[in-house]
């Protein structure tokens, strides 16, 4: 319950920050530490170096740019799920922002934070996932590259980040006149998803569906997208909700479980979203 | 019996395994004298005076040298109802390195070294006749003792063993225990302790045979509850109950939760066939509490004795101490017994103080657990006032130069009969009795006076707890719609802190039916360490609960008091449980494992469809 021993600096710029991460290969960056401080304190996760970021206040926004909206990655869950620009311009963000935790926890992890912990449990993840989201990373040297949500959730705890990179913003795209669903099944308020399942359906563009905690990272539901195309039903294409997943076994509840838990809960968030 | 019988109910039911979960976890210092001599073992304990006898027993630590205090205790859930060798290894440390030795312990290792509770495996059979009108009454118990006894870990069950009839009639009644060793924590007290698990095997089973025969849940009970009562009188478990009416809180509690409506709108989900359905669930409890006649307990091979104590001292300026015996950890004593000596004496309630928890300040006592504190420690404290009152009518007499016979004792003051204006006060007698000036021969000065009480009987609470559930039957996810809860606990001293203890008592049961468990894989590791994993509900999780009540005042005791610290989780478990199968109940859904968590659910309704485990 106490971590290993640590060095801890607090940056004073992202620059600063890559430098440190750039000069010690198990430094790792510190920001509202709800992920990484539990892993530390059960000592699965020893780095030598803290590098705290969590005081780079130009990291913190939401605005709309070039057409997207750009979440600064150090933005408080709390913040998101209260951004008004969320709430109208890609409300199923802030929704799933408000589900994460508990007001604690909300009010100190961050977006960025719970993206580059990757954990397939978490809810921030899936939702980028069904949006089609950016990542924006940033490496030594000023060097910047944009990733999308399918790629950057490499595996479980794997994100597309170097040792020496940040990520800095997170853009989803705007979906005015899309209806929207995020399902959380999980049995207390603070706990993480036992199954998650994000979707959004209509203005024209062909109905997204991802799942949390249903394999090693956030998953596209693509049998269920699949048979939507082909006119499918919410209740037939549900059926498929599984496929393609590696759901866990845990106490809070059976793969096999999970398995038919994803199906009640795609039918439900489809129809929720097709009626939004 | 069971081989005549018209109609025989067999029922087997897992009581899973739970971790108290004190809010304050374990905390131990222990402090050396050196120029004394002496030692102060604080401890997060619900026994300070216990804990004291066995350090001293164990160190050679002579028991003038040790104080023991418990002070403001985090919670306790029986947890801390247990002399622990961290208590004892700081104490032998303390006292060999002359210096303070301070432990406490993470929530990790609270799940993993603090006594766990429950964990039985039933057999549950009733006798009954055609009509479902019940003659006997049999149990087998399997109990999971853990890997070895801890204070009274094999005693847990047996406190049980009476209520296996809960508050209904027979003729017959038998239970069995048998304790078994395994590779896990030890099971020892946890709130209701026995009782939760005797009334869960009864509440069910009397809902299978209701079902068997054709009854209603409310039929079945109303036609089987012993007749109410106000002298003592016999159950077939072989108690001798203190009073009761236990028709009357069922009556209530129907009318608090809108039976009919709730039947009606039952009906309507039923027939659209709609994902989500109602269910109803009763459970009409009786305990026994108030631990204990010490005799009762020598039977039971209990080491300590079920007395209590209490000193009240009257300052020279009318203020009153009262050292009580027991040792709260949250259940407001320090108001109770207040309330107690105040209307006693008639003192203005901020003038009473009460200590406890600290072997120095109340040195005799035994400490709280088994809902005992008010029906044995308030007596003790009740009886102490009334040796105050006594003594003053003495002081009061000598210097009024009347006869004791010839004073009237109303609100703290002593008038002589047909002479109203003639009139002492406690305060002012308190004065007399500290300047002893003029006191009678013989009477020794200073007003105070110390009560020590062994009850005769336990005392027993009883009521009706009613519980509608919302279940998603796609999902097996189970909510709590309504939760009513008529309680008779005898005379009410504090109504808000019986209150209080009803709504956590039944939110800690639904937990028991609902969410917690702990589990160990084959290797003996337990998997629910940590309080993500061991699923404590937390506020958001939980019902709002309607509360009514009866006052039906025990025979045990002169306060009429009985106990109000376990009813909750005695009662709630089983009418949740029987909700759930209520509501799966057209689904041909009949047992339900506990906790009702969402899978259990599902499969529970995938086998009734036919389908596999």
């Given at each position: 319950m106490i971590p290993a021993p640590f060095d801890y600096v607090r940056a004073e710029s992202v620059d600063q920050a890559i430098e440190l991460l750039s000069g010690n290969d198990d430094a790792k960056i510190i920001a509202g530490g709800h992920s990484l401080l539990p892993l530390m304190r059960l000592r699965l996760a020893r780095p030598a170096l803290l590098v705290d970021i969590s005081r780079l206040a130009d990291l913190a926004y939401v605005r709309e740019d070039d057409g997207q909206v750009a979440i600064g990655a150090l933005t408080r869950h709390h913040d998101v799920a209260n951004s008004e620009a969320l709430q109208e311009l890609a409300p199923i963000v802030a929704y799933a922002a408000s589900l994460i935790g508990d007001p604690q926890v909300r009010h100190v992890g961050t977006i960025g934070g719970s993206c580059a912990h990757a954990d397939p449990a978490s809810d921030m993840p899936t939702v980028l996932l069904a949006l089609g989201a950016e990542l924006v990373v940033l490496g030594p040297k000023g060097t910047s590259r944009r990733v999308t949500a399918a790629d950057f959730f490499k595996g479980l705890f794997q994100p597309d980040l170097a040792s020496n990179e940040v990520l800095s913003e997170i853009r989803v795209p705007k979906t005015t006149g899309r209806g929207w669903s995020y399902l959380k099944f999980h049995r207390?308020?603070?706990?993480?998803?036992m199954v998650g399942v994000a979707a959004l359906a209509g203005n024209g563009i062909g109905p997204a569906v991802a799942l949390t905690n249903m394999g090693e990272r956030p998953l596209r539901a693509a049998g269920v997208e699949e048979a939507l195309a082909g006119g499918a039903d919410p209740a037939t294409a549900a059926e498929r909700a599984d496929e393609g997943t590696s759901p866990p076994s845990d106490t809070f509840g059976s793969a096999e479980y999970r398995r038919e838990l994803s199906k009640v809960l795609v039918r439900r968030a489809l129809e929720e979203a097709m009626s939004r | 019996m069971f081989a005549d019988a018209p109609v025989v109910v067999k029922e087997r039911y897992v009581i899973q395994r739970q971790i108290p979960t004190p809010i304050e976890t374990r905390s131990v210092l222990a402090a050396p004298s050196p120029a004394q001599g002496d030692f102060t073992l604080w401890s997060s304990t619900q026994i300070p005076h216990i804990v004291k006898v066995a350090m001293t027993l164990g160190l050679g630590i002579s028991e003038s040298k040790l104080r023991v205090i418990a002070p403001r205790v985090g919670g306790g859930f029986g947890s801390k109802l247990q002399v622990y060798p961290e208590e004892m290894l700081s104490l032998a440390l303390a006292k060999r390195l002359g210096r303070p030795i301070k432990w406490t312990e993470t929530r990790s290792e609270n799940y993993l070294a603090t006594h766990h509770g429950r964990d039985q495996i039933q057999e549950m059979e009733l006798a009954a006749d055609q009509d479902g009108r019940i003659r006997g009454y049999r149990a087998r118990i399997l109990v999971n003792m853990g890997g070895y006894l801890m204070i009274i870990t094999p005693g847990t069950p047996l406190l049980g063993a009476f209520v296996y009839c809960g508050p209904y009639g027979g003729e017959a009644y038998q239970v069995e225990f048998t304790g078994v060793f395994t590779n896990t924590v030890p099971t020892d007290a946890y709130r209701g302790a026995g009782r939760p698990e005797a009334t869960y095997a009864i509440e069910r089973a009397i809902e299978a045979l209701a079902r068997k025969v054709g009854k209603d849940p409310v039929e079945i009970r109303r036609m089987n509850f012993l007749q109410p009562f106000t002298e003592p009188t016999a159950s077939p478990g072989g108690l001798q109950l203190d009073s009761g009416n236990y028709g009357e809180t069922l009556d209530q509690a129907l009318e608090l939760l809108g039976y009919e409506d709730l039947l009606k709108e039952q009906q309507i989900r039923r027939e659209h066939g709609e994902a989500k359905q109602i269910g109803i669930g009763f459970s009409t409890y009786l305990e026994m509490c108030g631990l204990a006649p010490s005799r009762v307990l020598a039977s039971l091979r209990y080491?300590?004795?079920g007395w209590d104590a209490a000193e009240i001292r009257v300052s020279p300026t009318g203020k009153v101490v009262v050292a009580a015996g027991t040792s709260p950890h949250g259940q407001g004593h320090a108001t109770t017994f207040a309330q107690i000596v105040s209307e006693d004496l008639g003192i203005p309630i901020e003038d009473v103080e009460v200590t406890f928890g600290d072997t120095e300040l109340s040195p005799l006592g035994m400490d709280t657990?088994?809902?005992r504190s008010i029906s044995v420690g308030g007596v003790a404290v009740h009886r102490a006032a009334m040796k105050v009152v006594e003594k003053a009518r003495k002081i009061a007499a000598h210097e009024l130069e009347v006869a004791e016979d010839d004073l009237e004792f109303d609100a703290g003051t002593f008038t002589v009969r047909g002479a109203p204006d003639t009139a002492k006060t406690i305060p002012e007698i308190a004065f007399a009795a500290w300047t002893a000036h003029n006191l009678p021969d013989g009477l020794e000065p200073n007003l105070e006076s110390s009560a020590a009480y062994d009850p005769e009987n336990f005392v027993f609470p009883y009521g009706a707890h009613i519980c509608a559930v919302e279940v998603d039957t796609e999902t097996g996810e189970v909510g709590v719609l309504k939760y009513v809860a008529v309680d008779d606990v005898g005379r009410i001293i504090n109504p808000q802190i019986v209150d209080g203890q009803v709504q956590g008592g039944v939110i800690q049961g639904i937990a028991e039916a609902l969410f917690e468990e702990a589990v160990y894989d084959e290797n003996g590791t337990l998997l629910t360490g940590t309080l993500t994993s061991y699923q404590v509900p937390a506020a958001s999780e939980v019902p709002s609960i309607t509360l009514g009540r009866s006052e039906t005042w025990s025979t045990t005791n002169e306060l009429g008091v009985k106990g109000v610290g376990e009813t909750g989780t005695i009662a709630s478990p089983p009418a949740v449980i029987n909700a759930v199968i209520d509501a799966l109940s057209d689904l041909g859904v009949s047992d339900m494992e506990r906790p009702a968590t969402p899978e259990r659910v599902w499969r529970a309704i995938r086998r009734a469809r036919g389908g596999a485990a």
């Open positions: 207390r308020a603070q706990d993480w998803a | 080491a300590a004795g657990y088994g809902s």
